[in-house]
């Protein structure tokens, strides 16, 4: 099993950034996935980041591409998403998921984290 929580989050003004982390139990982190979505009210649970299990590959949604970093330090079993430019359309509670395929589809991850809330205003 694979128990995650997620820190970090926050309000900030428009513009600027905020560094997520996620925190892996145990020494099995390497071996999954590892995604990062994002829920508003009132909307489903959307796609952000992607990356892989040697951290070798990352997707990214057009909505965020060019200003969001996704990274991952095995050792440390942790998780990061590094948001740059923060825009109001990022407001949501952000969760990180692992599973065992890569895909962009929520329903298809095993393990979410409890969320953090990010907090954008203009």
């Known amino acids: 099993q694979v128990q995650l929580v997620e820190s970090g989050g926050g309000s900030v003004q428009a513009g600027g950034s905020l560094r997520l982390s996620c925190a892996a139990s145990?020494?099995?982190?390497?071996?999954?996935?590892m995604g990062w979505f994002r829920q508003a009210p009132g909307k489903e649970r959307e796609f952000v980041a992607i990356?892989?299990?040697?951290?070798?590959?990352?997707y990214y949604a057009d909505s965020v591409k060019g200003r969001f970093t996704i990274a991952r330090d095995n050792a440390k079993n942790t998780g990061y998403l590094q948001m740059n430019t923060l825009e109001p359309e990022d407001t949501a509670i952000y969760y990180c998921?692992?599973?065992?395929?890569?895909?962009?589809?929520?329903?298809?991850?095993?393990?979410w984290g409890q969320g953090t809330q990010v907090t954008v205003s203009s």
């Open positions: 145990g020494r099995t982190f390497s071996r999954y996935v």
């Open positions: 998921g692992a599973g065992l395929l890569w895909t962009v589809a929520p329903s298809e991850y095993d393990y």
């Open positions: 990356i892989g299990g040697n951290g070798g590959g990352t």
